[in-house]
């Protein structure tokens, strides 16, 4: 999927369905939206009408990372529909093709104070042995902008939220190369010395997680950004501090 600075994506409605796909769309981006309202739906939905950071979208529904686009967009509709919950603002999903087709992972999310959030913990699906990683309830999502038009979604928390900031959390991108991936900043002891008192020194590291394609080594990684902190604690509190 494109984004275009000046007009921003629009979904485009595939055949008959209320299923919407991305336009232009590229190789390997599988993501299709699915309008849940049946009444009067429009040939074509910009980006921008399926989600509201407060109060409800103009059209809600769920965004659906597939592993492929399905071979019958009018059977995987209705399974779709089928096995998701009906949603109060725009909510995600990942799926795989199949007959019939299934879905991994449904993050639900609800209103608070009216603001989108996360509506129940939630783990993401991923093939056994592989480290997961799970969305919080009540975690705020905010859609990401980039000229005023969508290019993601942030999980994030309300401490990291600030008008002068953009939050910072697990990442959702809807536009680019990494679509249906999941991808944060984290702290890890994976490279760092082993502790010598009560403070841990930690390494940050770029994370990107593809759950329909797991042994896809570009869209999932641990990739080192050479900095340094310490973890220490103090009086039951803990302390980040950036050492290099």
């Known amino acids: 999927m494109t984004t275009n600075t000046t007009s921003g994506v629009v979904l485009e409605q595939v055949l008959s369905t209320l299923l919407y796909e991305p336009t232009p769309r590229r190789p390997g981006e599988h993501l299709l939206f699915l309008r849940w309202a049946t009444a009067n739906p429009p040939r074509t939905i910009p980006l921008e009408q399926t989600w509201a950071d407060s109060g409800l979208p103009q059209t809600n529904g769920y965004f659906i990372f597939r592993n492929a686009m399905p071979d019958d967009a009018a059977a995987f509709e209705q399974q779709m529909r089928a096995k998701l919950p009906e949603p109060t603002t725009s909510a995600f999903a990942w799926a795989t093709s199949g007959t019939p087709a299934s879905v991994q992972t449904v993050l639900k999310t609800k209103l608070d104070n009216s603001r989108p959030c996360v509506d129940g913990d939630t783990q993401l699906s991923l093939p056994p042995g592989l480290e997961t990683v799970g969305f919080a309830n009540n975690a705020p999502v905010l859609s990401i902008r980039a ?3 969508i290019t ?6 309300p401490a990291l939220i600030s008008p002068q900031s953009h939050p910072v959390g697990l990442i959702l991108p809807v536009t680019g190369s990494f679509v249906g991936c999941v991808q944060f ?3 890890t002891s994976r490279f760092a010395e082993p502790p010598a008192d009560d ?8 994370v990107s997680i593809d759950p329909h394609n797991p042994l896809d080594t570009q869209r999932n990684f641990m990739r080192f950004t050479g900095a340094e902190y310490l973890l220490t604690e103090s009086a039951g509190a803990y302390f980040i501090t950036r050492v290099s």
């Open 152 to 157: 993601g979604f942030v999980v994030t928390h």
């Open 147 to 149: 000229d005023g038009f």
């Open 199 to 206: 403070s841990a020194r930690k390494n940050l590291v770029n």
């Open 185 to 187: 900043e984290g702290l």
